[in-house]
């Protein structure tokens, strides 16, 4: 199955590309799902009400389903609070019943991502189209799953099934009980779940699809947005530049406008040479249904899909790690961490060692890395960003570092 998420800085059209490449994926014999949140900008697109957390025939090939996130987290939480009895019991808490619960903000990004997880397990699809939220969201919710399991094995660690077996002697010593075993099934329940997502995500037929309007900032917002999805190894097939006027016009402000559009569309292409970009004309109107989504797949949009992922169609596997490591011992005592991180910038870059972890940070995204086995045995000894890549230089640590065996006489 292939996966496309489509996402873009707000007001940019995504609603509108996302259900434009759902509809191309259709008109070529896929069987597609358009996934999507709460919002109602999908179904004024479609020209349909889409049922919560149900499928929604649109077009022949083609059907959509609204997450309905508020009654995802009403069931996760009662689930959770009846595997937490015993201590919400010890510490005299009185249970919430569903009629009173109410979503808490965050909730809508795991159940986007719990129905990301249960759509791709289905043999129903052969494309699966989500319409994401703004980028900058959804960077950190595809970070999220590999953020939250980390949090779990610091809280929770392996060690934790030789704690199991003296729970019974610290209760006595205590003199209360200790938290239930399900606390910790639900633990364990909770990395399954997101390890699942994270395969998915992880998979080689998932890419990111941006869409941007052609504005005269549009190149400087999406920089940062790069750098940051490059920065958790998310792989951008396509660049839509959404509602292009077209040239030529005799009305001054018209090709004033249409310009100001060009210049930008210059600049964008230069931004991201390695990626495709594909100009999307603007209609005069937003598109609403699917025969005037037609207007749009039978040029652009339908030629980034068919193009964006063809090569990765059976999604089996995992993604190849971008982060890899350059072996400059015998030349210059080192090793090299290289980190891809096209339109980054040395503002705002930052770079940081705990133990055996290494902390890199681009403008407002961050990610946390556990070292390859090799590089826990250096130190950092500097660093530097050329060509859209991070070199990350380590020397061995004489004390840590094997040393090679003495020559034979």
Known sequence: MRTVLVTGPGGAGRSTLAAATALAGARRGERVLLLTTGSSAPEAVLCS???ADATTPIAPGLHARRIDSGDRFRQEFLAFQERAGAALDLLGAAPLDEDELTELPGSEAFA???ALRAEHASDAWDLLVVDMP???????LLALP???????RRLLPPERQAARALRPVLAQLAGVPMPAQKLYEAADRWERELAAVQRVIDAPGTSVRLVTDAGPVAAAGLRELRAGLALHGRRTDALLVNRLLPTGSADPFLAALS???????KA????????????VPHLGRDPQGVEELDELIDGPVGEADGAGGAAEADGAGA?????????RLAADGILLWRVPLPGARREGLGLVRRGDE???TVGPFRRIRTLPSALRRCSVTGAGLRDGVLDIRFTPDPALWPKSPAPSS
């Not at 703004?134 to 950190?140: F, V």
């Not at 964008?268 to 100009?279: G, K």
């Open 49 to 51: 009400r889409l049922g």
């Open 112 to 114: 986007l991502l719990h």
């Open 134 to 140: 703004p980028a900058g969201e959804t960077i950190r």
């Open 146 to 152: 590999a953020q939250v399991r980390r949090y779990l």
């Open 259 to 265: 310009g100001s559009q060009q210049a930008a569309l």
């Open 268 to 279: 964008l292409r230069e931004e991201f040479p390695d990626v495709p970009v594909h100009e």
């Open 319 to 327: 993604h190849p790690d971008p982060w890899t490591v350059e072996d």
């Open 358 to 360: 290494i902390v890199v």
